[in-house]
């Protein structure tokens, strides 16, 4: 798992490979990457929108930007945490995802939150001995 902690708001990410989604011999490698985030402070904040940089192991690099996740901007009340999965596809059999979150205070002032970098690991990768 990987952590990452801005203004008292844990990201905690968790990818996972899946072999029955990919397809090695066409190129195709699938990750799910499980994401919870979890509101340690004392303010109520709105996560509004993502930001992933995602690169694959030839080091080409996939911008995303958009409202919300999986569909929802949801509100962390001190205390609170929300959950998702979503995925991403490669053309490589390894990567490395980075990326925030876009938030907002009771306020409505903006900020951003770090998502940890975390790499896409697949048995397909070559293993090279030094």
């Not at 919300?68 to 995925?87: C, I, K």
């Not at 903006?110 to 030094?130: G, K, T, V, W, Y």
């Amino acid at each position: 798992m990987y952590t990452a902690v801005t203004r008292a708001i844990r990201v905690t990410v968790q990818p996972a490979f899946l072999e029955d989604q990919s397809a090695p011999a066409e190129g195709r490698y699938v990750w799910a990457y499980h994401v919870r985030i979890d509101n340690e402070g004392e303010e109520t904040v709105q996560l509004r929108t993502r930001y992933w940089q995602i690169t694959d192991a030839m080091g080409r690099v996939q911008e995303v930007r958009g409202p919300g996740v999986v569909g929802e901007q949801p509100v962390l009340e001190p205390g609170g945490s929300f959950e998702y999965t979503s995925g991403t596809p490669l053309g490589t059999p390894s990567g490395i995802m980075v990326g925030s979150y876009g938030m907002e205070d009771a306020d409505g002032v903006p900020f951003d939150i770090a998502i940890p970098a975390f790499s896409l690991d697949s048995p397909h990768q070559p293993m090279r001995l030094n």
